[in-house]
């Protein structure tokens, strides 16, 4: 008789999770009806974003954070979270091929997610690691996602609108950019992390600079009038400062 091997229970944990949330976005899509794939996907991305956000924070203990706390045991909650998580974006993953309305550099980042989660939860010391990183990728999704939903429904040019677009490109750029940029620097040149820890967080810095690159190229084109009108605004309030009333 032909070997086969068993299903780890990790695995099955995993199966699990992907079909809870592919059960969720079915849910969804049978609770709203007449909306787009697209629409669903991203109630889904939402709940995820914002519970991981929530999770991930506290998890991590941000304003308690130490050496000892980073290489602290998994435990059973964080342990949840990681597979939690695996499942969704396995799910994204897969609705993404499917549908295929993302740029590669988001299939990247959903491999590049999962690939982590695997090495995270294959190591004992790595749960407030992971809940660190995972609140640091996800913090700024939900503001993505309304933003998404407000010109979905028409909000688009309103002032909570513009709102939460400036808000979370501020946010997306301060924390993947600058603070990604400084983390990414003590990660590589720490002793704490192992080569393949190392390794996945300068995969998701690179991935967050392209991201930050269309964000940018996105300003440029979207309020370069808006730009051109507040510099006039500067010069003539200059100009007036300068006695020419």
Known sequence: MAYRPEL?????IKLTSFLCWSWSYVYCAAKVPGKSPEWYSRAVTLLHGSVATAAGLWQ??????????????????????MVWSWGYFAFDLLWCI????DSYVMLVHHISA???I?????????????????ALMEIT?????????????????????YAVEIVYLILFIGLRGIFG???TYKILHSDMFDMDEKLISLVFYIVSLIFISEIIGYVAYKYKTKIEEFK???NEVGYILNGHW
């Open 232 to 234: 006039g605004f500067l």
């Open 114 to 116: 999962l690939i982590a």
């Open 60 to 81: 991590c203990g941000v304003f308690s954070l130490t050496r000892k706390r980073l290489t602290s045991k998994i435990t059973t909650a964080r342990y949840a979270v």
């Open 118 to 134: 695997n090495i995270y939860m294959g190591k004992d010391n790595t749960g407030c690691t992971f809940a660190c990183t995972l």
């Open 181 to 183: 940029t400084y983390l």
């Open 141 to 161: 999704n939900p503001l993505l996602q309304s933003r998404w939903f407000l010109r979905s429904e028409g909000y688009e040019g309103t002032i909570i609108y």
């Open 98 to 101: 499917i549908y295929w309305t």
């Open 8 to 12: 780890s229970t990790a695995s099955l």
